[in-house]
T-cell receptor, first 114, second 112 residues
Framework: DTEVTQTPKHLVMGMTNKKSLKCEQH?????MYWYKQKAKKPPELMFV???????INESVPSRFSPECPNSSLLNLHLHALQPEDSALYLC?????????????FGQGTRLTVV | LAKTTQPISMDSYEGQEVNITCSHN???????ITWYQQFPSQGPRFIIQ?????VTNEVASLFIPADRKSSTLSLPRVSLSDTAVYYC?????????????WGLGTSLGVNP
């Protein structure tokens, strides 16, 4: 199983809503990532979890709150988002957290904030 | 600050070899060069990674000169399904804060 599964695939939310994005992998990877990708731009790193601990937060606004309940799961809690937060949110995992380790990406959640 | 530079777009025809070059003048001694492929509305997919000289797998080859300030991704005999964005990445930072830096990507169009 070399899959990273993200749910939901699409999400539309209002600016006052609270929602969560979910990510799951069963490859035994110990690093998991959240990326944000706008149209025609490269993915932007948001958070990195290594061995279930937050190791990198790329100065992401607090309206995005990551959570790693266990080594297979990664959540991104969303609250009071702005329309400019609309983007493709990608989850990835890798065997370890180093930059030279192959990362496996999910299909992403297409988020629209209205 | 490590960064990569690659062409914004390229066009090719089916059956041709495509070479995409990436510049990474400030690559660190212990950094590898990694390439990912991304189709529209999908997550990126790892293609190949190398440190020096030449690496080949079933999908592509990666050529890295001795000074490692650039690298060339070579896709042999492309098909329509190779139409995608190709990203060149190197590392940045130190210790637990090391992470990959994504280039802006090269949009490859393959024509029949």
């Amino acid at each position: 199983d070399t899959e990273v599964t993200q749910t939901p695939k699409h999400l539309v939310m209002g600016m006052t809503n609270k929602k969560s994005l979910k990510c799951e992998q069963h490859m035994g990877h110990r690093a998991m990532y959240w990326y944000k990708q706008k149209a025609k731009k490269p993915p932007e790193l948001m958070f990195v979890y290594s061995y279930e601990k937050l190791s990198i937060n790329e100065s992401v606004p607090s309206r995005f709150s990551p959570e790693c309940p266990n080594s297979s799961l990664l959540n991104l809690h969303l609250h009071a988002l702005q329309p400019e937060d609309s983007a493709l949110y990608l989850c990835a995992s890798s065997r370890t957290g180093g930059p030279n380790t192959e990362a496996f990406f999910g299909q992403g959640t297409r988020l629209t904030v209205v | 600050l490590a960064k990569t530079t690659q062409p914004i777009s390229m066009d090719s025809y089916e059956g041709q070899e495509v070479n995409i070059t990436c510049s990474h003048n400030n690559i660190a001694t212990n950094d590898y060069i990694t390439w990912y492929q991304q189709f529209p509305s999908q997550g990126p997919r790892f293609i190949i990674q190398g440190y020096k000289t030449k690496v080949t797998n079933e999908v592509a080859s990666l050529f890295i000169p001795a000074d490692r300030k650039s690298s060339t991704l070579s896709l042999p005999r492309v098909s329509l399904s190779d139409t995608a964005v190709y990203y060149c990445l190197v590392g940045e930072g130190a210790g637990n804060n090391r992470k990959l830096i994504w280039g802006l990507g090269t949009s490859l169009g393959v024509n029949p």
